[in-house]
């Protein structure tokens, strides 16, 4: 089973500023990684999958990169909307686990 | 417009059986994989299988093989979450959700069902 390490584990930023969020595999899922958001009540979203592409109805400035082992998500410009939850998933290998994920938070 | 309408919150005894379920409309149900999500009390999401409706192909993590069962009926599109026997352990959110295509990332989601398990 591929073990997915998210970090940090909380990030803390104000409105305007530019969020990154990491995921490390534990082996190679080459591009079959997908990001998630989470806000309290609902049901995730898909932002990213295929490690770089925007799901549909994201906003541009939501951006992902990475291949082999490590990814990120960048948040160009923080909007007040996009504090919630992230979580990562590799697609690439059975079972499709996720990231424990990152608590993005308004200082 | 792709919809999955899962069932109502539930509140059983441990040792009690349940089925929950996920029905599936604006699109073939048979032709897509559909899947389950946990989402214990204030933690992560966890992926626990895939069932591909139309042949009812099942692919099961090991954490939760033989713990429950995932199966579909695609007469009434509709897949299933199901426990012969709870534990105070599987109070959680259950999400049912769907790959755009493939067996792949979960592009489209239920709105998630509560199953709390409580003597």
């Known amino acids: 089973e591929i073990v997915l390490t998210q970090s940090p584990g909380t990030l803390s930023l104000s409105p305007g500023e530019r969020a990154t969020l990491s995921c490390r595999a534990s082996?190679?899922?080459?591009?079959?990684l997908a990001w998630y958001q989470q806000k309290p009540g609902q049901a995730p979203r898909l932002l990213i999958y295929?490690?770089?592409s925007r799901a549909t109805g994201i906003p541009d400035r939501f951006s992902g990169s990475g291949s082999g082992t490590d990814f990120s998500l960048t948040i160009s410009r923080l909007e007040p909307e996009d504090f919630a939850v992230y979580y990562c998933?590799?697609?690439?290998?059975?079972?499709?686990?996720f990231g424990q994920g990152t608590k993005l938070e308004i200082k | 417009e792709v919809q999955l309408v899962q069932s109502g919150a539930e509140v059983k005894k441990p040792g009690e059986s349940l089925k929950i379920s996920c029905k599936g409309s604006g699109y073939s149900f048979s032709s897509y994989w559909i899947g389950w999500v946990r989402q214990m009390p204030g933690k992560g999401l966890e992926w626990m299988g895939i069932i591909y409706p139309d042949d009812s192909e099942t692919r099961n993590s090991p954490s939760f093989q033989g713990q429950v069962t995932i199966s579909a009926d695609k007469s009434i599109s509709t897949a299933y979450l199901q426990w012969s026997s709870l534990k105070a352990s599987d109070t959680a959110m259950y999400y049912c959700a769907r790959p755009a295509y493939g067996d792949k990332q979960f592009d489209y989601w239920g709105q998630g069902t509560l199953v709390t398990v409580s003597s």
């Open positions: 082996q190679s899922v080459t591009s079959y």
């Open positions: 295929g490690a770089s």
């Open positions: 998933q590799q697609y690439g290998s059975s079972p499709k686990t």
